[in-house]
């Protein structure tokens, strides 16, 4: 069984570029979700899918991110015209969500560390 | 709002010593869960345990346990006899199932250094 994988492992980008990541679940998932970590700091909660549905959405998404999962399995964040403050690691975790049993654990992929330029 | 408190930015401790990492949060939620997640220096975090808040139970898995208090919203964690390789970040998290999701909102992280 695979975990969650991510890609790239890093980026680096100039300001003002669009960058896309690719999260890949456990397969059996239902949930995935998109975090962000700054150094020195935890994950920070950016959103999160019920399936191919887009349940939720941080304050911390600006109209400059956007986020889909468009068949249920795998999903992208894009971030359009990045900023140095966007430098960050983000992450990707899978899980069951309700009504699929009692474990809502969140498995955690490698990470895509983003440097903006 | 939910909130995760980590007092302990930085523990060192000697290899064999027991070590206690602090955890306090803030909920309005009656149903919530709590975690622990290390994240060693590889930097993928890896999931330790979840516990939900109705059960006080406290666990034990090997040298690691884990004390829940609601009276005192704490979720603390110790590792027994630590190891070097137990040197890592550690989070606390929580998750409110009825309002906000399942989203994990977490602690800053206690780094532990466990030296030889």
């Known amino acids: 069984d695979t975990g969650v994988s991510q890609d790239p492992r890093h980026k680096i980008t100039k300001r003002g570029q669009n960058v896309t990541f690719r999260c890949d679940p456990i397969?059996?998932?239902?949930?995935l979700y998109w975090y962000r970590q700054t150094l020195g700091q935890g994950p920070e909660f950016l959103t999160y899918f019920q399936n191919e549905a887009q349940l939720e959405k941080s304050r911390l998404l600006s109209d400059r991110f956007s986020a889909e999962r468009p068949k249920g399995s795998f999903s992208t964040l894009e971030i359009q015209r990045t900023e140095q403050g966007d430098s960050a690691m983000y992450l990707c975790?899978?899980?069951?969500?309700?009504?699929?049993?009692?474990?809502?654990?969140?498995?955690f992929g490698p990470g895509t560390r983003l440097t903006v330029l | 709002a939910q909130k995760v408190t980590q007092a302990q930015t930085e523990i060192s401790v000697v290899e064999k010593e027991d070590v206690t990492l602090d955890c306090v949060y803030e909920?309005?939620?009656?149903?919530?869960?709590l975690f622990w997640y290390k994240q060693p220096p590889s930097g993928e975090l890896v999931f330790l345990i979840r516990r939900n808040s109705f059960d006080e139970q406290n666990e034990i898995s090997g040298r690691y346990s884990w004390n829940f208090q609601k009276s005192t919203s704490s979720f603390n964690f110790t590792i027994t006899a630590s190891q070097v390789v137990d040197s890592a970040v550690y989070f606390c998290a929580l998750s409110e199932e009825e309002t906000s999701g399942s989203r994990l909102t977490f602690g800053e992280g206690t780094q532990l250094t466990v030296n030889p």
């Open positions: 975790a899978s899980s069951l969500g309700q009504g699929t049993g009692n474990t809502n654990e969140q498995f």
């Open positions: 397969s059996e998932h239902n949930r």
């Open positions: 909920t309005r939620d009656t149903t919530y869960y």
